[in-house]
């Protein structure tokens, strides 16, 4: 009776561990807001008027690694990687430094996505939804370090500058026994 209480004893206490452990929610249906007043976000200094106002509503995703990754395949699988080449920048300019013509902000860069920009960022309105658009926005932020290390995806194994220890190829070993060709 005894091993039987105590067996009863830890599967209480491991099912107790795994309730008590948080993880993130996965949101596979989620249809975050759509900015309202997508024009009126300040891209730069220069504007008419009276002062509009500089912030916008936060990306939704920004905790979220699943959204995050989910950005990562939705950034190679829209071509995006055709103009920003992995966020260092080709034809459309690089994601990976602090410097944005306009802006860096989350609204800033969800009004890009979908009004697209002159001289050659297409507009995507219309052509992805909403939540794939907040899924970009986060991806986009993480590339230039906007974002928690726990949230950013890791990169893409061709981007690595060496292979990996387990994939070089082995050598035989020198035997100093081996007879030589003295001749």
């Given at each position: 009776m005894s091993s039987r209480f105590l067996e009863l004893a830890v599967v209480a206490l491991?099912?107790?561990t795994l309730l008590g452990c948080e993880r993130e929610s996965r949101r596979f249906s989620d249809s975050p807001a759509t900015p309202r007043g997508v024009q009126t976000i300040r891209q730069s200094e220069l504007?008419?008027?009276s002062s509009i106002p500089t912030s916008g509503p936060?990306?939704?995703?920004?905790?979220n690694a699943y959204a995050v990754s989910?950005?990562?395949q939705l950034f190679e699988w829209f071509n995006c990687k055709g103009c920003h080449a992995d966020g260092g920048g080709s034809i459309g300019p690089a994601l990976m430094d602090e410097k944005w013509i306009y802006?860096?902000?989350p609204a800033n860069i969800y009004a890009t996505i979908v009004e697209g920009?002159?001289?050659?960022?297409?507009?995507?309105r219309d052509k992805i939804p909403p939540q794939q658009v907040w899924q970009l926005v986060a991806y986009v932020r993480s590339l230039s370090g906007q974002l928690r290390k726990d949230v950013e995806p890791s990169r893409a194994d061709h981007l690595f500058t060496r292979k990996s220890e387990s994939s070089s190829p082995k050598s035989a070993p020198v035997s100093s026994s081996a007879p030589?060709?003295?001749?």
């Open positions: 491991i099912a107790l504007q008419p008027g936060p990306s939704p995703y920004d905790d989910q950005g990562k802006g860096s902000a920009r002159p001289n050659g960022m297409p507009s995507f030589r060709d003295t001749q």
